[in-house]
């Protein structure tokens, strides 16, 4: 499963889609500003980098739009400008208050953002830097239109598409794309057009191309590695948070340090809060401590599966009849994917020493892909009480595919059902007990803790 984007690069990148009005200096200094731009935003443990296209009307108004991945955040209100050099963007999201300040330097720009956040653990502040894209060429629109549709006619996860009548809809913004001036009109078409199918883990946006030297060096913290941390609650109650699922012997060996430590508390919560999804490693060694033998935790199927087994939907499938795969690599999971076209995933009864205690898993509205995946294993297997809130329903598996000009598909190939074969896709997994979010507190571990004083 393809790792998403973290929550804040999605903030980021909805306010970064605002128009800026320049200060009344004439259109020689906006000039300075018009192209194509690569732009990084440092979190505390890594950056992250998005393409920015800026364009310059005559008047001096400039419309920023960030080209990357689709962004999940709702914007409230927002007011940008640029006085001289000084790049400002202030922003009231539905999670609070975020602003950008920058300097504009010929082809560079570097600037802080900051927030004041209403859900503190989920916003950061940091530094922003960017840089004139020089290398950038564009590309006929309508080849990377047509490009677009055949990998969708190929290999979009639905051989019913949904339901969309794709002639009608490939004729009609065939159209739209022929007629686009920049490339923040391509994709805004595009992703129209992709609203359509009402799936998740399908977007179309630029590819970030990675400047090295916009990227400080990478932080090696082993204590935070892998996005999984742990530590004590109370006495009797450990604490093991997992921001992502990540891949490699090294995210194992995290699991397995983590319950070396957690293993004799009587009681665990995990917290899935905001875990954008990932790969297979962490899940599947979880499961190896979580369930008491091996057994299945879902299965997937592609196109190519459902016609080797002469059906038309996932849900015709007989889970018994499909071969099995219990590694932790996701390259391996991948290449017998493409080999066999469905497999069952199966986990469990793996670790040296088991836990035995009573298991939460904290869930929220945030949780992706993966993280939705283990939450409705571990619901369906009884192996763990879930509390917090719905998620969101995006469970899929997706590749992501490289256009010309500079631009990148992401397309859902996989669907996915649960042992029991329930659709988490469109309809994410609802917790054992529900729970009000807060801002003055924590009322998920609150909810917790009181949950396993019963």
Not at 29 to 42: E, K, P
Request: aromatic share 8%.
């Amino acid at each position: 499963m393809l790792r998403m984007i973290v929550l804040m690069v999605f903030v980021v990148t909805m306010v970064m889609g605002v128009a800026v009005t320049m200060a009344d200096e004439g259109d020689t200094r906006g000039s300075s500003l018009a192209g194509r731009w690569n732009v990084v935003f440092q979190m505390p443990r890594d950056s992250y980098e998005m393409p920015v296209e800026f364009v310059v009307a005559s008047g001096g108004k400039v419309t920023a739009t960030v080209l990357g991945p689709l962004g999940t955040f709702r914007i409230i209100n927002t007011e940008a400008h640029l006085d001289g050099n000084k790049l400002t963007i202030d922003a009231e999201t539905s999670y609070g208050k975020l602003k950008i300040d920058a300097t504009l330097e010929g082809d560079r720009l570097r600037g802080k953002w900051f927030h004041d956040g209403l859900v503190e653990r989920l916003f950061f502040k940091g530094e922003v830097r960017g840089m004139r894209n020089g290398t950038y060429v564009a590309k006929p629109p309508l080849n990377v239109f047509d490009a677009t549709w055949a990998h969708i006619e190929r290999d979009f996860y639905s051989p019913d598409f949904n339901g969309v009548d794709v002639r009608s809809l490939r004729r009609s913004f065939r159209t739209l794309v022929a007629a686009a001036h920049t490339d923040g009109e391509i994709l805004s078409i595009m992703r129209r057009m992709l609203g359509e199918f009402r799936t998740s883990h399908l977007d179309f946006f630029a590819t970030p191309s990675w400047s090295k030297e916009l990227h400080p060096a990478p932080m090696t913290d082993s204590d935070t590695s892998a996005g999984i941390t742990w530590k004590q609650l109370t006495s009797s109650v450990g604490y093991l948070r997992i921001e992502s699922f990540e891949d490699g012997p090294t995210v194992v060996a995290r699991v397995d340090r983590a319950f070396a430590e957690l293993g004799n508390y009587p009681a665990l919560v995990i917290d899935l809060r905001g875990n954008g999804g990932g790969t297979l490693s962490a899940a599947m060694r979880l499961g190896d401590y979580l369930l008491p033998r091996m057994q299945s935790v879902g299965y997937f199927a592609s196109r190519a599966g459902l016609t080797r087994h002469r059906v038309r939907s996932i849900d015709q499938i007989n889970p018994s009849a499909l071969p099995v795969f219990s590694g932790y690599k996701s390259e391996d999971f991948s290449r017998e994917m493409m080999n066999k076209g469905a497999l069952m995933l199966a986990t469990g009864g793996r670790a040296e020493s088991r836990y035995r205690g009573r298991v939460v898993v904290l869930i929220d509205e945030y949780c992706f892909s993966a993280s939705e995946a283990l939450a409705s294993v571990v619901k369906e297997t009884r192996a763990a009480t879930l509390i917090g809130r719905r998620t969101a329903g995006a469970m899929l598996s997706a590749d992501t595919v490289g256009l010309e000009g500079g631009w990148t598909l992401l397309l859902p190939v996989w669907d996915f059902r649960t042992p029991q074969g329930v659709r988490v896709e469109g309809c994410g997994v609802e917790p054992t007990i529900a729970v009000k979010q807060r801002d003055d507190k924590d009322a998920d571990i609150e909810a917790a803790l009181a949950f396993l004083k019963q």
